[in-house]
């Protein structure tokens, strides 16, 4: 997944008595609920968010019903770290929006004698308190959108009024479009908002803005046809 990759995770470290803020909405049980790169999914696919060793980390645990399959950690500090992988060199990083809301994932990596892998991903909260794990993958001139979709198993009190999950879980602002439209590739973006599937409050000064700002004139015309359904079919 974008946000959360067991491919690119450093071994797991005994978890302390404090974690970052930023991981507060993260903790907890996520059940996935669909994947479209996985259309064979049985909806018995679990994560678990627990603290790492340090505020900038935490330990994923993957589970298939009750059986651990797999336990990583997660360092987000936006360092290029290598990819574990010997046979197709490369490397990955991790790293928060200005917000502190969205967790970024890059990563690159070339085996031998094929195009060059590149990954760009977001996972984020919407309004419903769900996690969208948003995947940009390329290769060579191929290039293809995966999108998972998880859900808390236990959804009493986690999403309440006032706690992280609460205030982290919101739809894109004009600022964080802005903002990663300097991080992140427009394909990526238009995803994004497409599984959103959120208006804005479009008129020609936000327009002016956009186009300023260096929105991709595709992402900003996807805008638009978001915010005026009733005149657009997206």
């Known amino acids: 997944s974008a946000g959360f990759d067991p491919a690119f995770a450093q071994e797991t470290a005994p978890a302390p008595e404090q974690i970052g803020t930023r991981w507060l909405a993260w903790l907890g049980s996520w059940k996935l609920v669909s994947d479209t790169a996985d259309k064979t999914e ?28 797999m336990e990583t950690k997660i360092v987000v500090d936006g360092s290029r770290q290598p990819t574990p992988d010997s046979r197709c060199p490369g490397w990955y990083s991790y790293a928060w929006s200005d917000s502190g809301n969205r967790l970024l994932f890059e ?76 991080k992140v590739p427009p394909e990526l973006i238009a995803a994004v908002l497409v599984e959103l599937n959120q208006p804005f409050k479009i008129n020609a000064k936000v327009l002016n ?26």
């Open 107 to 182: 990563s690159e990596s070339l085996c031998p004698g094929e195009f060059r892998n590149l990954v760009n991903g977001i996972s984020i909260l919407n309004n419903d308190r769900e996690w969208l794990d948003v995947q940009l993958l390329r290769k060579g001139e191929e290039q293809a959108i995966s999108v998972r979709r998880y859900r808390p198993a236990d959804r009493t009190g986690a999403a309440a009024p006032g706690s992280p999950r609460f205030l982290t879980g919101a739809n894109l602002s004009m600022d964080e479009v802005i903002e990663l439209s300097r």
């Open 209 to 234: 803005r956009l186009a300023d700002s260096g929105v991709n004139p595709q992402v900003v015309d996807l805008m638009v046809a978001l915010s005026f359904a009733d005149k657009f079919r997206v």
């Open 42 to 69: 049985d909806g018995d696919y679990l994560l678990k968010i627990v603290p790492g060793s340090d505020v900038r980390s935490a330990v994923m645990k993957s589970y298939r019903g009750d059986a651990l399959q």
